[in-house]
């Protein structure tokens, strides 16, 4: 509800609502979240999903009922899903089908090109973040060529990963240009 309350306050931010794997444990009510879906300001179920690589945080089978919450509330509220899918693209595809999920984002994508085909293949999005930028990001960079232009959103995942030159500082929404710059870099196309 922090998440309206602020969207509320300005004409040009919307937001999204949703638990985050990581918090899967924490309280949360259902009814309140699809009633929260129902304000004009909310866009979007998120950031859900699952995080298979810290399973140490928060147990699969947390999250995984964490998840299939959050889909039910896309699916009962019509609002697609903004969706944080780390080492799960099976379990998380799964779901998406078994929930008919239709419109979906993959957000801060770091995941292979072969699970990316299969995110394309299902008819989602998928989003890059700073972590383009790093020197470590070889093979992510194939996946941002492979990706057709109507399919790829870039973002910042603010205050977290942001770009070269700004590594390990807190990330801000202005740094969303030089995601697309990269981007675009990588693509060979302008900017514009």
């Known amino acids: 509800s922090k998440n309206v309350a602020i969207a509320e306050k300005y004409d040009n931010i919307a937001c999204s609502v949703g638990i985050h794997p990581l918090h899967a444990k924490e309280p949360y009510n259902v009814d309140e979240l699809l009633s929260l879906c129902t304000n004009e300001k909310v866009v979007a179920v998120g950031e859900v999903g ?20 959050m ?21 998380i595809l799964s779901l998406l089908k078994e929930y008919s999920i239709k419109h979906a984002v993959f957000h801060c994508y770091t995941d292979t090109l072969e699970n990316a085909k299969r995110i394309l293949d299902a008819g989602f999005f998928i989003s890059f973040s700073g972590i383009i930028t790093f020197k470590n990001a070889g093979a992510l960079s194939e996946v941002v060529r492979y990706v057709p232009d109507d399919r790829l959103l870039v973002e910042t995942d603010c205050p977290d990963l942001a770009p070269v030159p700004y590594r390990g500082k807190v990330n801000e929404p202005a740094y969303v240009s030089i995601v697309a710059e990269h981007v675009a870099t990588l693509r060979n196309v302008s900017l514009k």
């Open 71 to 91: 889909l039910s509330v896309a699916q009962k509220s019509g609002l697609p899903c903004i969706l944080h899918a780390r080492e799960c693209c099976d379990d």
């Open 50 to 69: 699952l995080e298979y690589h810290y399973v140490d945080l928060m147990p699969k089978t947390e999250q995984l009922r964490c998840l299939q919450d």
